[in-house]
Nanobody
Framework: QVQLVESGGGLVQIGGSLRLSCAYSGSVFTINAMGWYRQAPGKQRELVASITNGGTTDYPDSVKGRFTIARDNAKNTVSLQIDSLKPEDTGIYYC?????????????WGQGTQVTVST
C-alpha cells in the first residue's frame, strides 16, 4: 500500500502561481512513476504531469511551459509548480503513484486538493 497526501491548493488570480506538494509513504519501493491529475467540474480526470523514477518528465501540450513536476526521493515528496494560471486550470488536483508491473500495477491516489483560478 502507498499513502498520498496533497497540500498547497487554494484560490489564485489569473496569471498567478501555485505550488502543490504530495507526500507519499508506505511501500514506496513499488512505485514506478508519480503523477499529477486534474479534474475540472463536469470533466474527466486528466493527466497534467508525470515523472518516472529516473526523473523523466512528461506533460500534455495544454500545460507545457507552465507546469513543472519535481520529485525528491529522499523526502518522498513530489511537487507541481503551476505558473501563469488560467481559468481552465481550475479543478481538483490529485497526486498519483503508479506501481510497477512487478508489484501489481496498481494506482494509488491522494484525496485531492482544490485549485481555483479567479477571473
Amino acid at each position: 500500500q502507498v499513502q498520498l497526501v496533497e497540500s498547497g491548493g487554494g484560490l489564485v488570480q489569473i496569471g498567478g502561481s501555485l505550488r502543490l506538494s504530495c507526500a507519499y509513504s508506505g511501500s514506496v519501493f513499488t512505485i514506478n512513476a508519480m503523477g499529477w491529475y486534474r479534474q475540472a467540474p463536469g470533466k474527466q480526470r486528466e493527466l497534467v504531469a508525470s515523472i518516472t523514477n529516473g526523473g523523466t518528465t512528461d506533460y500534455p501540450d495544454s500545460v507545457k511551459g507552465r507546469f513543472t513536476i519535481a520529485r525528491d526521493n529522499a523526502k518522498n515528496t513530489v511537487s507541481l509548480q503551476i505558473d501563469s494560471l488560467k481559468p481552465e486550470d481550475t479543478g481538483i488536483y490529485y497526486c498519483n503513484a503508479a506501481q510497477s508491473a512487478r508489484f501489481g500495477s496498481r494506482n494509488y491516489w491522494g484525496q485531492g486538493t482544490q485549485v481555483t483560478v479567479s477571473t
